[in-house]
């Protein structure tokens, strides 16, 4: 699907009418009669922020995805970087989401990848979780998306999922989190990738809420 995404001919490209910056549905063609749906956001339609460097949000889409795929938690729709009909973005698949269930409905035994999304938004000090940006798709699987303001190095995070505060981690979360730390010591591949795209101090506040969270093994409490 990754190299549909990056490689495939945009067929159509629709602007969505709601949202601050500008977004498309395009559909990708491969040239066998194949196509699929992506969003995709072009850098030279994001609205100027006072908070976030201009023209990077399409980078954090990406990195956030980056790192999704490095916990091995994969919530967030294949995305990539690539040129499109308004200039370069990001160009993420287009997941059709369950028409009857949304965040807010999501039942009890989902709680398992809800956890990780929540502990990812704190990791990426994510700053746009809104209830409607985490969903059940109608295959059946829990998705984030929308992942433009992350990454920040000062403390943004601004979430829906405040169900886990003051919980314990489960046991399977130290290997993920503790194998990034490493990784990020000397980077390469994917965490190499992802360094790339943001600024350096970024990546070391990065460092800093993944030592506190390995550290913490748990969520933080709410005060």
């Known amino acids: 699907m990754g190299k549909f995404l990056s490689k495939g001919e945009i067929l159509s490209c629709d602007r969505f009418p709601v949202g601050s910056n500008y977004t498309f549905l395009v559909k990708i063609g491969n040239g066998t009669g194949r196509h699929r749906f992506a969003i995709y956001k072009p850098k030279y339609g994001e609205v100027p922020l006072w908070d976030f460097p201009s023209g990077t949000l399409y980078k954090r889409e990406y990195a956030a995805y980056l790192l999704s795929v490095i916990l091995g938690w994969n919530f967030i729709p294949e995305t990539v970087i690539r040129g499109g009909p308004y200039g370069v973005g990001s160009v993420q698949r287009y997941v059709i989401p369950s028409q009857t269930i949304s965040y807010g ?3 009890e035994n989902y709680r398992c990848a809800l956890r990780e999304i929540a502990c990812f938004d704190i990791l990426a000090n994510n700053a746009d979780r809104k209830a409607m940006h985490c969903f059940i798709g109608s295959e059946g699987r829990v998705w984030g998306i929308d992942h433009g303001l992350t990454f920040h190095q000062h403390h943004k995070l601004r979430t829906a999922i405040w169900d886990f505060w003051g919980e314990e981690f489960p046991v399977y979360f130290s290997k993920p989190l503790t194998k990034l730390m490493t990784g ?9 990738e992802l360094v790339d795209l943001l600024e350096p101090i970024e990546i070391e506040a990065l460092k800093i809420r993944l030592n506190w969270l390995v550290e913490l093994n748990a969520f933080p409490t709410l005060r």
């Open 105 to 107: 409905d999501i039942p």
């Open 184 to 192: 990020l010591n000397k980077p390469r591949g994917k965490i190499k």
